[in-house]
């Protein structure tokens, strides 16, 4: 507030955590860092509002268990698709590479209200497209904590991506942004690779005409 004076004991600038940087050893792993909220005291880097006039902040609660959890809160949200979002690594997303999707949410609504995940990406020629990964069912602040997850496979279109955000939409444009959001435990996880080849056992030799095609299905 105007006119009340703070004083600063210690100040200190450094480098994040390391939770917010790739697993040198795998660094296609995890497409979402410090998606937990527990890296960088309450810095919620790399983890940004979509929009510059908002505020995502870092919350602490009782865990229920004697401990502490951390969180994101985007409060004073402006439109129903006012969301957090990071930037995740588009070189690591190949064609047919299979991602395992995660979102812990808890919407302060009183109503249920239901929303989607989707990937916003740029091309190359300057185009924009959107694909979703997540359809979410309706919730309310008394649920408290839902998670809402999924697999989706990397098509053609995503790998033509170079830049990319994740973002949360709510189905309900006309009250969608009356309401504060709580996002905990966000995950984009590489799950399993492209099929490269198919084995088959000779003993069923004799069950394959000429000309046989070997379909692999998800």
Request: proline share 5%; hydrophobic share 35%.
């Amino acid at each position: 507030d105007p006119g009340v004076d703070i004083s600063v004991r210690s100040f200190r600038l450094s480098l994040p955590d390391a939770s917010s940087y790739p697993d040198p050893a795998d660094v296609c792993r995890d497409l979402v860092l410090n998606g937990d909220a527990d890296g960088n005291g309450f810095n919620p880097y790399p983890i940004r509002p979509l929009r510059g006039d908002e505020k995502v902040m870092v919350m602490e609660e009782d865990d229920g268990r004697g401990g502490i959890n951390k969180f994101f809160r985007l409060s004073h949200r402006k439109y129903y698709s006012s969301t957090i979002t990071a930037s995740p690594d588009v070189r690591c997303l190949d064609r047919g590479v299979t991602y395992f999707a995660s979102f812990d949410v808890r919407i302060h609504s009183e109503f249920d209200m239901s929303f989607y995940i989707y990937l916003r990406y740029e091309k190359s020629t300057g185009s924009y497209k959107s694909t979703t990964i997540l359809e979410c069912p309706g919730q309310k602040i008394a649920d408290g904590w839902v998670t809402c997850s999924g697999e989706f496979m990397v098509d053609r279109s995503i790998t033509l991506a170079t830049s990319m955000t994740w973002r949360l939409v709510m189905y309900n444009q006309r009250d969608g942004a009356d309401f504060t959001l709580d996002f905990d435990n966000v995950i984009l996880r590489y799950e399993r690779g492209f099929v490269s080849g198919v084995v088959v056992d000779p003993a069923g030799v004799g069950c394959w005409g000429a000309g046989s095609d070997v379909l692999v299905t998800s």
